[in-house]
């Protein structure tokens, strides 16, 4: 079999816990499989890069930034390589791009557009355990090195398991799987035995970062099952798969969190045909990636509409929103830093009615309130103030009865 195994930062964040780790790969190793690993950056290496970045620019370029940041990835694929000799296992690291990891050439947030592993299944035939560092990769154009966006290694470990047709692909993390909320934040969250892949897709784009998104995507476009798991214990995790295979019939799978975004509000907007138009594109064209969008009601022909947009993007936004709001003769830009978005998330709300009742009115007893509100067809999202986001999670998770203890229990009931 080809085992694909990814450990994240915690999982290899000292040199105790790098042995640890080769250990267990050692063990799938010697259990007759080919193994390729993915490792990310040891512990908190990634933020410290960020930060001494930002020490030193406030707008570092893109190129140089992501030289910066796969170093640290670079060093957890060496150590472990050199972990796995020390107990007798051959192994060979690989940067991304030597592993063949082929993106776009947007740096910070590239895209894998192909994946050439040659030297990856050279090295398996040879009878090596690869290692590859995870969150990197290499523009097909300009042939620089490109990052994957935070938690970028968990794509790298999903997009490998596809081209490589893996017959596992476990990642192994800090938590036991995924839970039906963060669970530092509500400790009896239950573990989830399996999840389907558009379940996971929401609960990963609305802010639980145990997978990113996009190796969700990866796993639903191309078939690959997800096991989530801790690196710590040898219990089962989580799956991550189609649909159909879903055992549980649960309404609701989770309750997720997300404090990286902030709101920005264009006031006193002439509320006339073509002017929100204008507002987003303008924003578009400057690459200024927005999630929710509220247009109040309007009062004598003027209106406010408010977004929400990465906290890191406010300062563009701002400048773009400024120099427009006198063109389209707004009275002015608002921001507000200090929002999270709280959501609940299950397929089950396609065909049960009063979800979202029961959501704001649980939100409502919790006295938190709502700013602005979104949904799709498997997904309520609300907006409510960051101080607010600790007691608005664990009100949701307690009114839909997630809790360990309930399993069984009717739910929504
Ligand atoms: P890694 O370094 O292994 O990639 P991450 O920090 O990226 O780990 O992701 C794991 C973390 O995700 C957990 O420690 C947990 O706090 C957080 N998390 C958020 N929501 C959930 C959830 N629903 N289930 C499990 N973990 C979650
Ligand atoms: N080291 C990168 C990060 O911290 C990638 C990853 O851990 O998946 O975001
Ligand atoms: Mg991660």
């Not at 192909?114 to 009878?127: C, F, N, Q, S, W």
Request: proline share 3%; glycine share 10%; charged share 25%.
């Amino acid at each position: 079999m080809i085992v694909v195994q990814k450990y994240g930062g915690t999982s290899v964040g000292d040199v105790d816990r790098v042995k640890r780790v080769a250990d267990r790969i050692a063990r799938t190793r010697r259990a007759g499989n080919q193994v390729v690993v993915v490792v990310s950056a040891m512990g908190k290496t990634t933020n410290e890069l960020i930060k001494m970045a930002e020490e030193i620019s406030d707008d570092p370029p893109g190129r140089e930034l992501d030289m910066l940041l796969t170093a640290g990835e670079r060093i957890s694929m060496a150590v472990v390589a050199m972990a796995l000799h020390e107990l007798g296992v051959p192994a060979r690291s690989f940067t991304g791009s030597q592993a063949g990891i082929i993106t776009d050439a947007r740096h910070g947030k590239a895209r894998i557009v192909d994946i050439t592993p040659g030297r990856v299944k050279e090295a398996l035939d040879d009878g090596d355990v690869v290692i590859v560092a995870g969150f990197q990769g290499v523009s097909q154009d300009t042939k620089d090195v490109t990052t994957l966006g935070r938690g970028g290694s968990d794509t790298t470990a999903v997009a490998l398991a596809a081209a490589l047709d893996a017959d596992v692909c476990e990642i192994y993390t800090d938590v036991d799987g995924v839970f039906t909320a963060d669970p530092r934040i509500v400790p009896d969250a239950r573990k989830l035995d399996r999840v389907s892949f558009e379940e996971m897709l929401e609960l990963a784009a609305q802010g639980a970062k145990v997978l990113q998104v996009r190796s969700v995507e990866f796993g639903r476009n191309y078939g690959v099952e997800i096991h989530v798991r801790s690196s710590f214990s040898y219990s089962q995790g989580t799956w991550v798969g189609p649909e159909e295979k879903k055992m549980e019939d649960a309404i609701i799978s989770g309750v997720a969190h997300d404090t990286s975004e902030a709101k920005l509000t264009l006031k006193g907007v002439p509320d006339k045909p073509g002017v929100a138009a204008r507002v987003f594109t303008a924003l578009a064209e400057a690459n200024v990636n927005i999630d929710m969008i509220v247009q109040n009601v309007s009062a004598e022909g003027v209106t406010d509409i408010s977004f929400t947009l990465p906290r890191g993007e406010t300062k563009h936004a701002d400048e773009v929103l400024s120099t427009l709001s006198d063109e389209i003769g707004a009275t002015g830009v608002d921001i507000d830093d200090s929002i999270a978005k709280v959501s609940l998330v299950g397929a089950g709300m396609k065909t049960h009615p009063g979800i979202a009742a029961r959501m704001f009115a649980a939100l409502s007893d919790a006295g938190v309130n709502i700013e602005m509100i979104s949904t799709s067809t498997i997904r309520i999202s609300v907006v409510v103030d960051g101080d607010d986001v600790e007691t608005a999670v664990r009100a949701i998770h307690d009114a839909f009865d997630l809790s360990d203890g309930m399993v069984g229990k009717e739910q929504g009931a």
